[in-house]
């Protein structure tokens, strides 16, 4: 079975711009998670979408936002960069939304100049 | 303070050595408890999770839950060069993948 994939996997981008992440969940895996994993703050949880319905949102201004395809596939979406954005985006795919089921991709490193 | 705090590494230890990875948290309302491996340039690989007080071990790895202390161990005996990596300790109220609180990680490198 093909493991969760993310496009690009680099970017490099400037400030204010906007940037699309994709993510593509494991075939039959219907929740994809979002999260940001930095030095200074490590992993966090950005929002996670189940069947195209956002179920969860993390702690994260608006311009973050994602959404999800019928086909399970989801895109993260950022606007105005800052530098602060710059991290390694994770997503996850799970058959339901409990962390024990739950796979990793490899991430998208974002890097805001 | 952070509600989960993870011991910084990183840590060197010759291959063979048992090695202890630490988490203290603060929350009292935690009941699952995880530890992710990070590869370099890889996403995080769930090794073991456990809900409440006890242990639990998979083959050379045994997680340790201390929630009357709000204390967390994964321990690794018989290291090899291949456990180097990045361990995560995450930790969550409920089972829900989204509510957990990760630990910044602990950089481990077993030399041969």
């Known amino acids: 079975k093909a493991g969760v994939t993310q496009t690009p996997r680099y970017l490099i981008k400037t400030r204010g711009q906007q940037v699309t992440l994709s993510c593509s969940p494991i075939?039959?895996?219907?929740?994809v998670s979002w999260y940001q994993q930095t030095p200074g703050q490590g992993l966090q949880f950005l929002f996670e979408?189940?069947?195209?319905?956002?179920?969860n949102k993390g702690n994260f201004p608006g311009r973050f936002s994602g959404r999800q395809f019928s086909n399970s596939r989801s895109e993260m979406n950022v606007s105005t960069l800052e530098l602060g954005d710059s991290a390694l985006y994770l997503c996850?795919?799970?058959?339901?939304?409990?962390?024990?089921?739950?796979?990793f991709g490899p991430g998208t490193r974002l890097l805001v100049l | 303070q952070k509600e989960v705090e993870q011991d910084p590494g990183p840590l060197s230890v010759p291959e063979g050595a048992i090695v202890s990875l630490n988490c203290t948290y603060s929350?009292?309302?935690?009941?699952?408890f995880m530890w992710y491996r990070q590869y370099s340039r890889k996403g995080p690989e769930l090794l073991m999770y456990?809900?409440?007080?006890g242990n639990k071990e998979d083959g050379r790895f045994t997680a340790q839950v201390d929630k009357s202390s709000k204390y967390i161990s994964l321990f690794i005996r018989d290291s090899q060069p291949s456990d180097s990596a990045t361990y995560l300790c995450?930790?969550?109220?409920?089972?829900?993948?989204?509510?957990?609180?990760f630990g910044d990680g602990t950089t481990l490198t077993v030399k041969p």
């Open positions: 075939s039959g895996h219907r929740s």
């Open positions: 456990t809900y409440s007080s």
């Open positions: 979408y189940f069947s195209e319905t956002q179920r």
């Open positions: 996850a795919s799970s058959p339901s939304d409990r962390a024990e089921t739950q796979y």
């Open positions: 929350n009292s309302a935690f009941q699952y």
């Open positions: 995450a930790m969550s109220a409920n089972t829900n993948a989204g509510k957990s609180t």
